[in-house]
């Protein structure tokens, strides 16, 4: 069986960290190179953060390349309270990859060069604000015909937000380049929402479970989720969903369905687009369930996953 061309761009962040190693532990996939953008912490650290998962992964030999260090419009965003000021639960590595094993060619431009070496053949799969997939497409008008598919982790299908009431924080992150990427790309997008992640959270038994599997990859996790662990109990001990019920690996959806197409039990599919002015609303995605908008690619947008086929995939990411 061919195996699945992927190409990935983070924003690792921990549930980036989890998907990566999910990604390199499937045997049908083969990673051609990862992209970090700006996003759960700034870029530098993405990028270290990301090395420092391919060593413990023993797979330095997959390239990395640096990406957008900020939204389209400038702004920065970041979600340290939950990944830590570094990105990956704030224990650092005094061993870790320094940032010249990262290549010198721009993300955005290793981006379109992946895609136009193996046209037709590579899936993208973005678990990170959109910004480096919408300079790709400005740079490249003909980069979405490239694509296979386009796998997102972002936005929302009923309105519920993270970082603000009405927005996912990929979204809120940078809503231009959402924007441009939903309303502008052409081959089929896979949107994991935050709400899909929210209805499949883990129980806690599964997370302590997951991490206790005695090997390097699982004392790693252990280490780097610990941060998040607590704030997503705290939050849920005050019944504030911020990250959901349980344990909630948002990336790691999107990924799963990269992989295994067979995970994803059920979906709709309508016309999205993203709100840029509400007061209260900006960054939220649109689901245009009466097709006023007329659009072409309708995204297909998950809605069941097989959580046992999902476990699955989450145990072997550490084995
Ligand atoms: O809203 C969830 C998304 O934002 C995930 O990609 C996670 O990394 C967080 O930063």
């Not at 700034?42 to 023993?58: A, F, G, Q, S």
């Not at 895609?115 to 790709?136: I, K």
């Not at 990859?217 to 610990?226: G, H």
């Not at 939220?284 to 009466?290: E, N, R």
Request: with cysteine; hydrophobic share 40%; glycine share 6%.
């Amino acid at each position: 069986m061919a195996k699945k061309l992927l190409l990935l761009d983070v924003d690792a962040g921990v549930d980036d960290a989890q998907a990566i190693m999910m990604a390199l532990a499937a045997p049908n996939v083969q990673i051609l190179g990862i992209t970090c953008t700006h996003g759960n912490t700034e870029i530098d650290n993405v990028c270290k953060n990301v090395l420092r998962v391919l060593k413990v992964c023993k797979r330095t030999e997959i390239p990395v390349y640096r990406g957008a260090a900020s939204a389209l419009l400038g702004d920065q965003l970041t979600a340290s309270q939950y990944h830590g000021q570094d990105g990956l639960g704030d224990v650092p590595d005094p061993n870790a990859p320094e940032l010249e094993h990262i290549h010198a060619e721009h993300a955005v431009n290793a981006m379109i060069r992946i895609a136009t070496e193996h046209a037709g053949q590579v899936s993208l799969v973005a678990t990170g604000p959109q910004t480096n997939v919408a300079l790709a497409l400005k740079m490249d008008p003909t980069f979405p015909s490239k694509l296979k598919h386009l796998y997102i982790m972002g936005g929302n299908m009923e309105g519920r937000g993270n970082v603000s009431v009405c927005s996912e924080f990929n979204f809120a992150a940078d809503p231009e380049a959402a924007y441009v990427v939903l309303n502008h790309f052409t081959c089929p997008i896979y949107i994991t929402t935050w709400e899909y992640c929210l209805r499949h959270a883990l129980p806690w038994e599964f997370f302590k479970e997951w991490l206790h599997q005695g090997t390097k990859k699982a004392c790693f996790m252990k280490k780097i989720t610990a941060h998040s662990e607590t704030f997503a109990k705290a939050k849920q001990g005050r019944k504030e969903l911020y990250f959901g019920p349980g344990f909630v690996p948002c990336d790691s959806f999107a990924m799963a369905a990269a992989i295994d197409e067979s995970v994803v039990t059920d979906y709709i599919q309508y016309g999205v687009s993203v709100e840029l002015q509400g007061s209260l609303t900006r960054g939220m995605m649109v689901m245009d369930t009466l097709n006023h908008l007329k659009k072409q690619n309708r995204a297909i947008i998950l809605t069941k996953c097989d959580v046992e086929k999902f476990k699955l995939l989450m145990m072997s990411a550490l084995k």
